[in-house]
C-alpha cells in the first residue's frame, strides 16, 4: 500500500528549526548514522536487511565538482558528494536533532568555547587519517580570503580555532552563538571532510575524490552518470548494504516520474503536479520533503524591485489555494496555507499578520502609482530550467497587477551564479532554515534581495547567536515579521518537489525514509 505524507499547514507540529540545541553541557553522543533518535526507531530488525544490489538515483542537474569549496547547497551537490566524502554531523529537519556522524560529538558550556570530537581511527581511502588536523586544513580553504565558498558565511563567527588533541578541534567565536553545530551539517559544506593529501591537488580532487564516505567513485560522466561503489573500509562496520549507487542526471522532471513508475530508477525528486497520479502507483511512496519552501524574491537594489510598492504588488498577487490547484493539483498534500511557510502553522516562529491577503486590486493600483511617477515594470525572472510550471504560473499572476515579466530559464550553473552575484530582477528558488541566514543577512556572499538592513541583520544575529530557544525563536519572529513589513520576499508554497522511491527501496531498521531534505546511502537497501 502506497504511503505519503501531507503537508496540510493546519497541523500543529514544531519544525526542526524550532527545536534548536542546547548549550550548557551539549553533547551530541551516540552513534547514529542515519540521525534518527531512539525513540523514532521502530521494532524492525536488521536480520531483514537485504545486503548487495545497485540503486539508481534521479537527480535534476549535475554539480561543479567533489571539491568542498565549490559546494553550493543541497541539489547542488552535496546530496551526491556526501555519499563519498561523508560529513561530521546531521541535522534532521524534521525532529530537529543534530547527530554525530564523522563528529562523535560537540560541546560547549557557555556557547563561545566549542569542542568537537572526532571518531577515533576513521581513515580516508587513501589511508590517510580523518583527525583534527584534516579537519583544520579542510575549513582554512573556506574561510581562506580568496574563497567564494558556501561555508564562510556559517563559519565567520569562528575568532580561532585549533587542534586540542589528535581527534579533537576547539573553536573559539567571537561571541556565543547556540546554533554554531550546524555550520558542521548539511548545512553547509564545512561539514564535508576530504583528504589533504588529496587536497593538494583540488583540481584533480574536483573529478576524483578522497573521503571517509560509504562510496568511493568509481566513474563520473558530467551531465550523464555518476557511479559510485561501496567502501569496504567504511568506518561504520557492515555499511554500507548496498554494493553500488549510481546517480543520474534527467533535467526533466517528467522523464523522471516516468522512470520511477517504470522501475527504471529507485528513487528521484518527484513535481508536485504529478504527487497524486503517482502515487496512486502501489510500487511507490511519496514523501514530500518538509522544512523548505519556495521563494520568489525581488531584487530591491534596482529596477522595480528597488520600490516598495512593487515589491508589496507582487505579495498580494498570489493565493494560496489557487497555488496548490495549479502546482499541487489539488489540496490533498498542501491545503494552500501560507501563513507559516516555510515553518509549519503553530510555531512560535509564525507571526499574525505576516502573509499578504491576495488584492489584485490593489495589487494593481501600486503598480500604477509606481508608473505615474516614471516607474519602468519590464522585470525578467531568473529560475532554474527545471521550474517552468512554477515560474509560468508567477509570471501570469504577476502580469494580471501590471509587471511585465519575462521569464529567464537557466542551467544550474548560472542560476547559482545568479543567485550568488544578484545578477536577476526576480530569483524565483527555494529555501528553509538553516539556509535562511546565509540567504538573508547582508555579510553573506549570497544574500537575497541585494539590499543591507541593518535591522534585519541584528535580528538575523541574535536568531542565529542567542543562547536560549525562546530567544531565538523571538528572534526569528522578528525576522518574519521583518520580511513582511519591508515586502522583502515572499512564499508562495511549499518545496514542489517530494521524494519519491520504489517500495524495493528500503532505510535502515524501519525501511522507511524520514522526510529529510538529504537522502544518506549508506543505510539503504534493496529488496529481492
Known sequence: MTRHRPLHRGRSMLRGSLVLIGVAALALAGCSSTGQSSDDQSTGSTDEIVTGGVAEVATGAEMPGFDPVKV?????????????????????????????????????????????????????????????????FNLE??????????????LAPVQRMEATGEYEVTFTLAQASGSFPLAFTWASPAGLIGSPKALADAEAFNIAPVGAGPFTVKSW????????????????????????????????????????????????????????????????????VEGIAQVIVPNASKGAGADERVRAAMA????????????????????GDTTCLPWATGS???VNGSVYEQDLDEASQ????????????????TYHQGLVDQATYYQQQLTEIGLDVELDPVDVAAYFQAEATGDYDIFVGSGGYPYLFSRLYSGS???????????????LLHARDDLSLGERNEAWS????????????????????????????????????????????????LSS
Open 316 to 335: 498580494m498577487a498570489l493565493n494560496g489555494e489557487t497555488t496548490a490547484q495549479v502546482l499541487f493539483g489539488g489540496t490533498e498534500y498542501w491545503d
Open 445 to 459: 556572499a549570497l544574500q537575497w534581495g541585494r539590499v543591507a538592513y541593518p535591522e534585519l541583520d541584528e535580528l
Open 141 to 154: 580553504r573556506h574561510i581562506a580570503p580568496d574563497s567564494v565558498s558556501a561555508a564562510k558565511a556559517s
Open 221 to 288: 560522466t558530467p551531465d550523464d552518470e555518476l557511479v559510485l561503489t561501496r567502501n569496504v573500509d567504511y568506518w561504520d562496520e557492515g555499511k554500507p548494504y548496498l554494493d553500488g549507487l549510481v546517480f543520474r542526471v534527467l533535467p526533466d522532471l517528467q522523464t523522471r516520474a516516468d522512470e520511477l513508475v517504470s522501475g527504471t530508477i529507485d528513487s528521484a525528486l518527484v513535481p508536485s503536479i504529478r504527487w497524486n497520479a503517482i502515487g496512486a502507483d502501489p510500487n511507490v511512496e511519496i514523501v514530500p
Open 72 to 136: 553550493r547547497g543541497v541539489g547542488a551537490g552535496t546530496e551526491k558528494v556526501v555519499q563519498v566524502l561523508d560529513i561530521l554531523m546531521d541535522y534532521d529537519e524534521v525532529s530537529g536533532e543534530i547527530t554525530p556522524r564523522l563528529a562523535e560529538s560537540m560541546v560547549s558550556d557557555d556557547g563561545i568555547t566549542w569542542v568537537m570530537t572526532l571518531r577515533d581511527g576513521v581513515t580516508f581511502t587513501d589511508g590517510e587519517p580523518l583527525n583534527a588536523e584534516a579537519v583544520l
Open 348 to 350: 512560535p516562529i509564525c
Open 366 to 381: 501600486l503598480v500604477a502609482d509606481f508608473v505615474a511617477d516614471g516607474g519602468d515594470t519590464t522585470m525578467t525572472m
Open 478 to 525: 522578528g525576522v518574519v515579521k521583518f520580511l513582511h513589513d519591508n515586502a522583502v520576499l515572499q512564499w508562495p508554497a511549499p518545496y514542489t518537489s517530494g521524494v519519491g522511491y520504489s517500495t524495493s527501496l528500503h532505510f535502515g531498521d524501519t525501511g522507511d525514509y524520514k522526510g529529510s531534505l538529504i537522502v544518506y546511502f549508506d543505510d539503504a537497501w
